[in-house]
């Protein structure tokens, strides 16, 4: 007996080592925080909104594309839009003791007890596109939505010649994005005597939510010259609702410029789109949040640049 049991004994031991050795020292799972910590890489977590809108897909593939240029370990969770997914989310985040955290909030105001419990904890935390509302963070990144919001009511009017019957898709209430490019649309358009703003509804960001919220208001209004969509995917909805009510001559502005709106230009179904460079917000998430997690210090607000798309 002691002959076979020991063979077998030492067999298992050395496959157990084997298989030991096979992961290596300090590895673990992709995205793994305990990785991180044996391997010496500064591990951030990006906490975004959606990845079911290609806006932040490109966001998260630009923070990716740099997380790898600086080694950083990049830990990514989808909120799909619900605020309470997102706050379990970036709950397990300050769980793996991430050094950063780099939050797309779905709700601006509804991530602020999570932020704080972050901060409380020695987590450094940078908003992306949307701020913070109700607790500080490290630093903003983004495209002033405001100066977007003007941008695209200024080219609307000057489309349709200063005047004309116009309709407003909203992204989620709550969110910064929101507020604040619907803010810089009505500086322009609300001083105009000529504008009549016939409808002004939420869509959330969502394509499939701007054809069926567009289909409704063009039951009660078919006299529509011009729209703006607090996005890109909500002015395609629009667009697809548009074209197939038979409406012509309809000046659609979305914000953006993901890769369907700018094909959507070429193509001359959508009249302008304002870009915001989403991969340049993440790029500059991750080297952000690399310099604060090396102790050095990062501006509050950090701009990028706008452009407007157009026909």
Do not use: W
């Amino acid at each position: 007996m002691k002959r076979i049991l020991t063979p077998l004994v030492a067999g298992i031991l050395a496959f157990g080592i084997a298989a030991c050795s096979k992961q290596g020292p300090g590895s673990a799972p992709a995205g793994d925080a305990s990785a991180a910590a044996a391997d010496g890489k500064v591990t951030v977590g990006l906490a975004v909104s959606t990845l079911n809108n290609p806006f932040f897909v490109e966001l998260r593939d630009g923070a990716a594309a740099e997380a790898k240029k600086q080694g950083v370990n990049l830990i990514t969770v989808d909120a799909q839009d619900d605020p309470a997914k997102q706050q379990a989310s970036v709950e397990d985040l300050i769980q793996k003791k991430v050094s950063v955290i780099l939050i797309n909030p779905t709700d601006s105001s509804a991530v602020a007890n999570v932020v704080k419990e972050a901060t409380s904890k020695g987590i450094k935390v940078v908003s992306l596109d949307r701020s913070v509302n109700g607790a500080e963070v490290s630093a903003h990144i983004a495209s002033d939505n405001i100066a977007g919001g003007v941008m695209a009511g200024q080219y609307l009017l000057d489309k349709l010649g200063g005047k004309g019957r116009i309709v407003e898709l909203e992204g989620i209430a709550g969110s910064s994005a929101a507020r604040e490019r619907g803010e810089g649309f009505h500086q322009v358009v609300d001083k105009k005597e000529g504008v009549k703003l016939l409808a002004k509804q939420p869509a959330d960001f969502d394509r499939a939510k701007g054809l069926s919220v567009m289909e409704n208001i063009i039951q009660g209004n078919k006299d529509i010259q011009g729209v703006f969509a607090h996005n890109d995917e909500m002015a395609l909805g629009a667009v697809k609702a548009i074209q197939a009510a038979g409406l012509k001559n309809v000046a659609v502005v979305g914000f953006d410029a993901t890769p369907d709106a700018v094909a959507a230009v070429k193509a001359g179904t959508l009249s302008a789109t304002v870009q915001q460079q989403p991969a340049l917000i993440g790029q500059y998430g991750v080297q952000a949040a690399k310099k604060l997690a090396d102790g050095q210090k990062v501006d509050k607000f950090i701009p990028v640049p706008l452009n407007l798309v157009h026909q």
